[in-house]
């Protein structure tokens, strides 16, 4: 019948997240008018990463039930829910909510336990059978549209990422707990990872984040290379795994290169935190034969132009 069928694809799922450190309760930091903005972005990227597309699967309405944060899903397409399943089975879904909870919420490590449920079905009981699965949540229709608190956080997140993307400080006014941990940078003052300087054409340089400077550069100068660069960057970073930058040159195609390399570098930035720093990007330009944009990157040619 499904794949008879004429009409679109589409199925609901609730995921079930309960964190297992006692000192950190989903719910009650969801609840949290500070908190909550944080918490959906991270849900927001894991679920993005999970499906290779921002728009693989909708959030419904997310659910306060101590000690559960349950999240209804909406799939409308067969394939991007495979793509979820098969990421949930592996684990990669598990791994990639509490590196992005970890991040927005500026702590240690969020253990995470899971569950996945479709109507009745405990679908963690019969993940092997994947055309099951699929069956079970296909026949869950989804019994609303997004909820307003969920309309609301989606406008509140592309407002910022907007703000982010036009202005290169980030300053601004405002709540500056939802800025220092939605906006997919590192604060500059965070902890270095265990390489604090890297070399390059026999200088030293501080192995820093990331910055939104560095982004825009990078999008306006990289041009076609930026698939070469990505693949590069994909032997070490798990979220730009194939078939990721396909899909990402697919679905902004019609905004062009520059927004193409943009949306692959915020990609790297998202789901390696404070592991995403200047000294592996440097490392994929010069792979790649884009020495002059690390030049420009490191600011060792700025004030040649």
């Known amino acids: 019948k499904m794949a008879g069928s004429s009409a679109p694809w589409i199925g609901s799922a609730y995921l079930f997240l309960?964190?297992?450190?006692?000192?950190?309760?989903?719910?009650?930091l969801y609840e949290s008018s500070q908190k909550k903005p944080c918490v959906f972005n991270a849900l927001k990227l894991a679920l993005a990463e999970s499906t290779g597309s921002?728009?693989?699967?909708?959030?419904?309405?997310?659910?306060?039930?101590?000690?559960?944060?349950?999240?209804?899903?909406?799939?409308c397409k067969r394939e991007n829910c495979r793509r979820f399943l098969r990421s949930y089975r592996e684990g990669a879904l598990q791994k990639s909510l509490q590196s992005h909870l970890q991040l927005s919420l500026a702590t240690t490590t969020v253990p995470l336990e899971v569950e996945l449920k479709a109507g009745s079905e405990h679908l963690d009981k019969m993940l092997k059978d994947e055309d099951h699965c699929l069956e079970c949540i296909y026949r869950e229709k989804p019994d609303r549209l997004p909820d307003e608190e969920i309309m609301e956080l989606e406008e509140r997140l592309e407002s910022l990422m907007l703000h982010h993307g036009t202005n290169n400080n980030g300053a601004g006014k405002g709540c500056p707990s939802l800025k220092s941990s939605s906006l997919p940078y590192p604060p500059q003052c965070s902890s270095l990872p265990p390489q604090i300087t890297f070399i390059f054409q026999g200088q030293q340089f501080d192995n820093r984040a990331i910055t939104p400077d560095d982004h825009q550069k990078f999008a306006k100068s990289v041009s076609k290379k930026w698939k070469q660069v990505g693949r590069s960057l994909q032997k070490s970073c798990r979220a730009l795994r194939d078939p990721v930058i396909d899909n990402l040159a697919l679905e902004y195609d019609r905004e062009g290169l520059y927004e193409q390399a943009y949306q692959m570098l915020l990609r790297f930035i998202q789901?390696?935190?404070?592991?995403?720093?200047?000294?592996?990007?440097?490392?994929?330009?010069?792979?790649?034969?884009?020495?002059?944009?690390?030049?420009?990157?490191?600011?060792?040619?700025?004030?040649?132009?």
Do not use: W
């Open 18 to 28: 309960q964190s297992t450190c006692k000192t950190i309760a989903l719910p009650s």
């Open 271 to 305: 789901s390696e935190g404070k592991k995403a720093t200047i000294a592996r990007l440097i490392a994929a330009l010069e792979e790649n034969g884009l020495v002059s944009l690390a030049e420009e990157l490191l600011g060792l040619h700025s004030n040649e132009d």
């Open 54 to 75: 921002m728009n693989g699967v909708d959030m419904l309405k997310v659910h306060c039930s101590h000690p559960h944060l349950i999240v209804q899903l909406r799939f």
